[in-house]
């Protein structure tokens, strides 16, 4: 998908997919365009995905997407499951309602920050039941991510919903801030063991 790469998020990429029996699997990349030259920006970009079915599975993966982008996922389906595996550079909201049980999370491994300036990152949740849904089992899933600012909770939102079936989103976890001066565990463990092997020698 292509977009330009400006501060106006009012006009975003849109593609819409629906289907009433066939599978929906789609793999998607996001690109940001300079104005002038039209060649690729790092940052920026306005998207909007819209993936919905009835009695059959989506998937929708993000492989990659610009820093700073504004990035809206919707999906439903009735019977079947959602999965949507967000990308590395993704900040903002996610909800994922299910009318049977409470929706799971996914995370996947760590994720440094993506501009390289070593920026802390946080990953929150939130699962509870709600009276909704089927016998009143239904469950709703929230959270966010973001790379250290509250505007950054604005650029993404992600709204997954299944009525017979557990949505997922699959986010990626920011990696810890590295210390140089803290001293690992198992740096400590691995010295003392040397430091008895000279003595037994």
Not at 4 to 30: C, M, Q, Y
């Amino acid at each position: 998908m292509l977009s330009t790469a400006s501060i106006n998020r009012n006009k975003p990429t849109v593609v819409s997919v629906t289907s009433t029996r066939g599978e929906i699997d789609t793999h998607i990349s996001l690109f940001a365009l300079n104005l002038g030259d039209h060649g690729r920006n790092t940052s920026g970009g306005s998207f909007l995905v819209d993936a919905r079915s009835y009695t059959s599975p989506v998937n929708v993966e993000f492989h990659e997407a610009p820093i700073n982008s504004s990035l809206t996922v919707a999906s439903k389906t009735i019977t079947s499951p959602i999965k949507v595996t967000l990308p590395q550079t993704f900040e903002g909201r996610f909800f994922s309602s299910s009318g049977v049980n409470v929706p799971p999370i996914g995370i996947e491994s760590f994720a440094d920050d993506p501009t390289g300036q070593n920026r802390t990152g946080m990953l929150n949740w939130n699962s509870k039941r709600t009276r909704m849904g089927l016998l009143g089992l239904g469950g709703l899933m929230s959270g966010d991510v973001s790379w250290g600012s509250e505007e950054a909770l604005n650029r993404g939102l992600v709204e997954l919903v299944s009525i017979f079936t557990h949505p997922l989103v699959s986010v990626h976890r920011p990696h810890p801030k590295v210390d140089p001066h803290f001293i690992g565990q198992e740096w400590v463990l691995q010295m003392l063991g040397e430091e008895e092997e000279e003595e037994e020698w």
